[in-house]
């Protein structure tokens, strides 16, 4: 009768899918991933390993448009370790279009100078193994993690994930009253946490941010807080 609670089915569904996702994996870098259990949901936040992650893209289509760059840090027991930065561009293998050079600061000359899509990946999977990744906007690294994943190795998985703004979004809610959309991107709400401004548009820098601003948002979370009450 309690297969129906929310938190446990999340359990027991990310764990079915991880071990299915697993026998149908090449050798390889995913198969590694996927050998290493999720984190408990029922294990304390404070303890959590997390991985944040930020993608730049040529667009917002995961199928059609391409992973520009990746940048991450880790985040263990409530500290960021500065010398877990990860920061790549990727060679896309494509010329990029003007707006994209504009928004984003990379140029044709480095992203030709960039890693194959599989390095960085592979990469990024090691760094993300037995650990939460935690994002802001889980739509953009959740689709084009997966599409990454489906087109080198045949398996789209899923990931566990935290979202700085589902959790500044839940609190809005909770206030039952009218706000601006706007009030829910990057910095909008570190400046609300009053953190310092940095440059966007840079993936190492947006994980960066993002790490800090969940770090804002948790700082008055009991220490008993579980990790599910956090997880997407």
């Known amino acids: 009768m309690f297969t129906h609670h929310p938190f446990l089915k999340w359990l027991v569904g990310y764990e079915i899918e991880r071990k299915r996702d697993l026998l149908r994996a090449p050798e390889g870098p995913l198969k590694e991933f996927l050998s290493v259990p999720f984190p408990s949901v029922n294990s304390l ?36 370790h500065l010398g877990s930065c990860y920061h790549q561009i990727i060679n896309t293998q494509q010329k990029l279009k003007a707006d994209n050079v504009i928004i984003h600061q990379i140029t044709d000359q480095q992203q030709l100078q960039g890693l194959p899509l599989e390095t960085v990946i592979e990469t990024l999977l090691k760094a993300l193994a037995g650990k939460v990744m935690l994002v802001h906007f889980a739509r953009i690294e959740r689709e084009f993690l997966k599409q990454a994943c489906l087109e080198l190795y045949g398996v789209a998985p899923s990931f566990p994930m935290i979202d700085t703004l589902v959790i500044a979004k839940r609190r809005l809610d909770k206030k039952d009253v009218a706000y601006d959309p706007s009030e829910l991107r990057l910095a909008s709400l570190r400046a609300k946490y009053q953190l310092p401004q940095y440059s966007a548009h840079n993936a190492l820098n947006d994980a960066i941010a993002t790490a800090e601003l969940f770090l804002a948002q948790t700082a008055h979370y009991p220490d008993s807080t579980p990790l599910k009450q956090v997880l997407l």
Request: avoid cysteine; aromatic fraction near 6%.
């Open 45 to 80: 936040l404070n303890q959590a390993n997390i991985v944040s992650v930020d993608f730049e893209t040529t667009g917002l289509d995961a199928v059609q448009d391409k992973l520009l760059s990746v940048g991450f840090i880790e985040v263990q027991q409530q500290q960021i």
